[in-house]
């Protein structure tokens, strides 16, 4: 009996931990990569909510492999050498030299759209990804919309658009 009450305990804290650990990953990314996506978005006029906001989903906020492993922040497709490195996970996804590397691609990517002009300097995060998925940037539609709109709103990222707008005043 006793031998299972401690395993218990020891089972509740260990789950405990990783939820706190958890709870912490969307605060440290947002802290470590908010000053990459609001210079960007004074750069390039992309809001720093999209740019952030995709980049938190697509690198599962910074624990996906790829995101650890390339460095690719986006889901962007491209060559990699994790072979020539000697690693078995296979990925079609690009290798970027740095985490920033990955954010400022992602941005001439986006840059490089027919309606890029039109777009520029608008902080409506709806509009920008409304354009993007009918440009086809991501292949799961509405869906990837919505989880991205659900990580700005969560997160309060529209706030980052809000203080680059008081700023320009």
């Known amino acids: 009996m006793f031998l299972t009450k401690r395993k218990l305990l020891l089972g509740g804290m260990l789950i405990s931990s990783l939820t706190v650990s958890a709870q912490k990953t969307p605060k440290k990314y947002i802290e470590q990569f908010r000053p990459v996506a609001v210079t960007l978005s004074q750069e390039t006029g992309v809001p720093a909510s999209v740019i952030l906001g995709i980049a938190m989903l697509e690198s599962g906020m910074g624990t996906s492999k790829n995101a650890r492993l390339l460095k690719n922040h986006f889901g962007i497709v491209g060559k ?6 000697g690693f078995t996970y296979r990925s079609m996804y690009r ?3 740095s985490d920033s590397a990955s954010y400022r691609h992602f941005t001439k990517v986006v840059m490089k759209k027919k309606w890029f002009v039109a777009m520029k300097g608008n902080d409506d995060y709806n509009q920008w ?8 940037y991501s292949s799961a539609g509405q869906v990837w919309v919505s ?10 990222l529209y706030e980052l658009d809000d203080a680059m707008k008081l700023a320009k005043l």
């Open 95 to 97: 290798e970027y030299t």
């Open 147 to 156: 989880r991205v709109r659900s990580m700005i709103k969560k997160y309060k």
């Open 129 to 136: 990804l409304d354009k993007l998925i009918r440009s086809g």
């Open 80 to 85: 990699n050498n994790l072979a020539r490195r």
